[in-house]
């Protein structure tokens, strides 16, 4: 499985449009990619201005296919005024899971 982990950062006063752009790439992968096996979207407790997506793909190519997605090409869009920088981008292969035990 490969996973890609994101920190992403809000513009103060953008966090709830940046959380709708997150819902819009969850909807568009949850109707038109079934190699994606996992997306979720966390916005943090503590601090409103940051969420995680964890994805799960069940290969590169399903990985590749999300990335040139036309919901990612919207999304890229719109973090141009919505995404504070840094944004902490992690793609790994998952070693284990609640499955795996």
């Given at each position: 499985?490969?996973?890609?982990?994101?920190?992403?950062?809000?513009v103060?006063?953008?966090?709830?449009?940046?959380?709708?752009?997150?819902?819009?790439?969850?909807a568009?992968?949850?109707?038109?990619?079934?190699?994606?096996?996992?997306?979720?979207?966390?916005?943090?407790?503590?601090?409103?201005t940051?969420?995680?997506?964890?994805?799960?793909?069940?290969?590169?190519?399903?990985?590749?296919?999300?990335?040139?997605?036309?919901?990612t090409?919207?999304?890229?869009?719109?973090?141009?005024?919505?995404?504070?920088?840094?944004?902490?981008?992690?793609?790994?292969?998952?070693?284990?899971?609640?499955?795996?035990?």
């Amino acid at each position: 499985m490969i996973t890609i982990t994101a920190v992403i950062r809000a513009v103060e006063g953008s966090e709830d449009a940046l959380e709708e752009a997150l819902r819009d790439v969850a909807a568009y992968v949850r109707d038109h990619e079934p190699d994606t096996v996992g997306f979720f979207v966390s916005r943090s407790l503590g601090e409103p201005t940051i969420f995680t997506t964890y994805e799960r793909f069940v290969d590169e190519a399903a990985k590749d296919r999300h990335n040139a997605s036309p919901a990612t090409a919207r999304f890229f869009e719109a973090a141009k005024t919505l995404v504070a920088p840094p944004v902490d981008l992690f793609t790994s292969v998952e070693v284990a899971s609640r499955d795996d035990a």
